[in-house]
Each structure stands twice: as structure tokens, then as C-alpha cells.
């Protein structure tokens, strides 16, 4: 469960370490000439100690920033130029905490911020869940996300209500308070906050993961109009109830009536009914980390979250649907929101798991990734950012990695597994591809079974002609190149476990063993199975054995 103690775990001596206090100002943020040489055998280097990463790119200067989970201020921040060689900057509050959201969870902690820009100034959404409410049956949580604006991404971040203090009120967009009945102190006004869970995992939103919902075609946040208000719309929310879609003033960000389109001077809360639509979730499931995106190119929307036990078994699903309100279907056809009461039993079976736990060959290995956010780069790229820890440290010790996100034939996201660190033109023909291959098809059980230990993979080979043999038998068809020219179009058939549709490129695969620091050049590939077969809404993917 994400609760403070669990948090303060993962975050442990990475956060408090001195290398949270290098200065943007590094030159260490330029890419060496081999960049990915050490990032998987030096873990005193920036990428490490990240957890939730929200992934921006400035425009002003092209820049990519990550905002993540902190401790000391709140959030951390790393930034680079190329995603592969990161420097941390100083805390971007720098002090500057909006004190009635300090007042409502009795901390000056922040977890999972979002970060966007609009004509020249950096919106910030962050909050936190804490167990700082005091009721007749016990220590009962209380949350709160807040906005707070900055002139540059590096901050200082100041609260809304203290930048502009003209047009905002108060720089709350959304409470939660386990129950609004029986709370203490009374002076906090937990009576007037309309989020509740009322002593219940089934009822109101935890106030986490806040996220804006854009257009990974264009880069550009989705614009909705509620009555005449032109808003934009986000996500949030955790296991307690769910995961919610609500609307903010595209020109302010702030709260909006869920109705009538009237812009708020008080949390949205504040007005029965009105903290978002359950899209994702509910009923206690263990979702949280929500990232909603939408596709013009491909006409869905796309939900991703992030589930299950942070220290254990943490996974990525995802599901898609044609209208933002859902329903959101995996590649199973299973949906993602689960509205019946108790704690939802089944829902490690539902989202298709776009990134879990693994192994392939002699690789490190990975386990939890979870905490994801996407982003379209100024080339065009779709970059996937996630943390996960390893199987060969301390099951708190987190990294950031970055990957490249394709959408196959079917209109699913596909990723590459391997470290984003440069593209070389794709393959063309199956002469090219051929060869030995380690591989991986996700599994999904309705215990912890299939996320708690790193998967290993099995290995098969294709030849000259596309035929499969080894672990799976099968046969490999190839179509056009695709994604501007980075990835062959492919489809992989398997006897009993059905047709995966995705692509083959050339990756690096830092997290092989072959060489020092884990940089190889590889063959890789990515696909995703919608149609049917044993294997029905699961992914395959793998790496040349050669590079593992």
C-alpha cells in the first residue's frame, strides 16, 4: 500500500544522499562519449534514487526535466540532454510550501508532481496522502493536490495562491479525507470537504498522481468545454477509490464545476459530486499513478496504471477506449474499472502489462517498474518513463529508465525495453532479423504470482525465411517500415499462444552483461497479442542473444 511508511522506505538513502544537492549547473549533464557505459554499475549516478518520474521537455530550451517523488522540499528534480546522462538540481520549492496544504496533511513532503508550460510560465500539480487525521476509530488518511507556478522548469515552484494571489484564492485543486464526519481538529474544516472515503475504500479519490491528459500525436494538452469554459481535462487518484477525471481552467488551471463549466475560487471538493468521474479502479483496487493520453492518430484514448504493492510487485497496465469517460477494455477485453464492493480480487489479471517484471538471458534484471509518464519529444518521439528497482540491489534501490513507445498495426502501445539512447535506421528484410533471440511473454495470475519475481526468458530462433523454432514454434511476417523510419512492421505468429503484432528495430541494451557497463548494440523487438490464442492480451518481447 502507498502510505507514508512504505514511501519513506523507497525513498531511504537516495534521497538523503549528497547528490541530491548537485546543482543544475554541472557540466556532468553532457553526454560522455559512451553515455549508457555505467548507469547499471555505478548507481551513485543521477538516474538513481528516482521514483514516480514526470517526464517534460522545456521548449524553450529543449532541455528534458524529470520531477519526482522527494523528501527533503518535496520533489526532486534531475535534468539532461540527451535522457541518458541526468544531473540533479536543487530542490525546485526551495522553501516555498503553500501553507494551507500543509495545514490539511501536516506535511512538507510532495509526491509525484506533473509539470506543464503555458505561454512562458511552468504549472506544477503535486500532492500527497498522509495519516495525519485524527477520528474516533483510529489515524485515518487526508490528502490534498496543489498548483504552484514557476517563471523557469527549474523553479523556485510557488504556490498559486502566493504567485498570483489576484486570480487565485487558493492554490488547492482537490482534498480527501477518510471520513468528513467524526474528524479532528474541526478547525481544519475536514466538514466542508465533499471527497470522503467515508470510512470505506469504495467511496471518494485519494489525492495523489495528479496528470494532465494530452494528444501523443501533437504533444498538445486536450481541450474540452464544460458550459462556456474552455478546460483541460486530468487524472488522479489511488486505491482509495479509484482513479478520477476531472477538468481545470485552460487558462488558469483552476477548479472547474463538473456541471455547470463555472470557474472556482475553492477546491474542487468543495461542491458535492463534483471530484471527478471513476474511470479506473475503485472498490480498493490497488491502481494508482494514472497517466490518460489520447491518440489522434490512432482514435483512442489510453489510461496507464500503475498497480499493486510498490515493494513487491508493481506493474504497468494499460487499457483503451474510444471516449475519455471509458469504459477502458484491455487486450483482453477485461474492463479497468471494477465498481463492485470489497476489495477487487481479480484486477492483477486486467491491464494489459505493457512493462513488468523481468529477465532476459544473462541481462540484469528488473522488478516493480511502476510510476510512469509519457511524453511526445520535439522530434516526435514517444518516450515512456518509468522507475524500477533491480534483482541484484536492495529492493529500495530505484532507477530511472526511458523508453521508446510505438503503436502497432492494432493501435496498441508497444515499448521497447531497452534504455532510450539513440535510434539506428530500422531493419528491412527477415534476413536481417534473423537469428537467436531471448524472449519474454508476460503472464498475468489473480495472486502475485506472475509480478513478484522477475520473469526469465525462454529463447527461439528465426531463420532466413521467418520461420520460428526453439521455445516457441511459429512463423514471423514483416510489413513497411514504420515510425519515421525507426521500426519494422511485424508480426510474429506462435502455435498455441496466438499473433503478436508489433516491430523489430535496433536498440542498446545496457543491461547486458557482454560488456562493461552493459552497452551493446542489439536486435530487439516488441509486439502485443489482441486476437486470440492462450496468449490473448499479453506482450512478447526480447533481444538478440548475442547482446545479452
Known amino acids: 500500500m502507498r502510505d507514508l511508511f512504505s514511501k519513506l522506505l523507497f525513498l531511504g538513502a537516495a534521497v538523503f544522499s549528497p547528490a541530491f544537492y548537485f546543482s543544475c549547473a554541472s557540466t556532468s549533464d553532457t553526454a560522455p562519449k559512451n553515455p549508457a557505459l555505467s548507469k547499471y554499475s555505478d548507481t551513485a549516478g543521477a538516474a538513481w534514487g528516482c521514483h514516480d518520474p514526470k517526464i517534460f521537455q522545456d521548449p524553450a530550451s529543449g532541455i528534458f526535466y524529470v520531477y519526482s517523488t522527494g523528501w527533503n522540499d518535496g520533489v526532486q528534480l534531475r535534468k539532461s540532454h540527451d535522457l541518458v546522462s541526468w544531473t540533479m538540481c536543487p530542490p525546485p520549492f526551495y522553501g516555498n510550501w503553500d501553507e494551507e496544504f500543509v495545514d490539511w496533511v501536516s506535511k512538507r513532503h510532495s509526491w509525484a508532481p506533473t509539470v506543464t508550460e503555458k505561454d512562458g510560465l511552468y504549472y506544477m500539480f503535486h500532492g500527497i496522502i498522509t495519516d495525519s487525521l485524527s477520528t474516533s476509530t483510529g489515524v485515518h488518511p487526508a490528502a490534498a493536490i496543489t498548483l504552484a507556478i514557476a517563471k523557469n522548469p527549474e523553479g523556485p515552484f510557488i504556490p498559486a495562491s502566493k504567485f498570483d494571489g489576484e486570480t487565485y484564492k487558493t492554490s488547492i485543486l482537490v482534498r480527501y479525507v477518510w471520513t468528513n ?22 467511496y471518494g479519490f485519494g489525492c495523489i498522481d495528479p496528470e494532465f491528459v494530452m494528444d501523443i500525436a501533437t504533444g498538445n494538452l486536450m481541450e474540452y468545454t464544460i458550459g462556456k469554459t474552455v478546460c483541460h481535462a486530468i487524472t488522479y487518484g489511488s486505491w482509495k477509490g479509484g482513479i478520477a477525471l476531472a477538468y481545470v481552467d485552460a487558462r488558469t488551471f483552476k477548479p472547474v464545476n463538473q456541471t455547470t463549466g463555472e470557474i472556482m475560487d475553492l477546491p474542487l471538493d468543495s461542491v458535492p459530486g463534483n471530484s471527478g468521474l471513476l474511470i479506473a479502479g475503485g472498490a480498493g483496487t490497488a491502481y494508482e499513478g494514472s497517466q490518460l493520453i489520447f491518440n489522434s492518430d490512432t482514435g483512442w484514448y489510453y489510461v496507464f496504471v500503475s498497480m499493486s504493492d510498490l515493494t513487491y510487485e508493481y506493474r504497468v497496465g494499460v487499457g483503451r477506449s474510444k471516449s475519455i469517460e471509458g ?4 487486450a483482453s477485453n477485461r474492463n479497468m474499472n471494477f465498481t463492485t464492493g470489497g476489495i477487487a480480487g481479480n484486477y492483477r489479471l486486467t491491464g494489459s502489462k ?3 517484471a523481468y529477465t532476459l538471458g544473462k541481462n540484469l534484471g528488473f522488478m516493480s517498474p511502476g510510476g510512469q509518464s509519457v511524453l511526445r519529444s520535439d522530434t516526435g518521439r514517444v518516450l515512456f518513463a518509468n522507475h524500477t528497482r533491480t534483482t541484484y540491489l536492495s529492493p529500495h534501490q530505484f532507477v530511472l529508465q526511458v523508453h521508446r513507445m510505438f503503436f502497432n498495426g492494432e493501435g496498441w502501445p508497444v515499448l521497447d525495453m531497452n534504455d532510450f539512447v539513440e535510434e539506428r535506421a530500422a531493419p528491412e528484410s527477415l534476413a536481417e532479423i534473423s537469428g537467436a533471440y531471448d524472449v519474454i511473454i508476460t503472464e498475468r495470475s489473480q495472486g502475485k504470482e506472475a509480478d513478484s519475481t522477475s520473469i ?11 520461420n520460428v523454432t526453439g521455445a516457441y514454434k511459429g512463423k514471423v511476417e514483416i510489413g513497411a517500415v514504420k515510425e519515421d523510419g525507426a521500426a519494422l512492421q511485424a508480426r510474429i505468429s506462435l502455435e498455441d499462444k496466438g499473433d503478436f503484432d508489433g516491430f523489430f528495430f535496433y536498440a542498446t541494451n545496457m543491461a547486458g552483461r557482454k560488456k562493461s557497463g552493459g552497452q551493446t548494440q542489439t536486435l530487439s523487438f516488441t509486439a502485443l497479442n489482441n486476437t486470440g490464442g492462450k496468449a490473448k492480451g499479453e506482450y512478447i518481447f526480447g533481444n538478440s542473444a548475442a547482446s545479452n
Open 456 to 466: 526469465k526468458s525462454r529463447q527461439f530462433f528465426i531463420d532466413a525465411d521467418g
Open 181 to 202: 464526519e467524526n474528524a479532528m481538529p474541526r478547525e481544519k474544516g475536514f466538514s466542508a470537504c465533499f471527497n470522503t472515503g467515508r470510512e470505506s475504500w469504495n
Open 354 to 356: 505493457i512493462i513488468g
Open 327 to 330: 469504459p477502458y477494455l484491455d
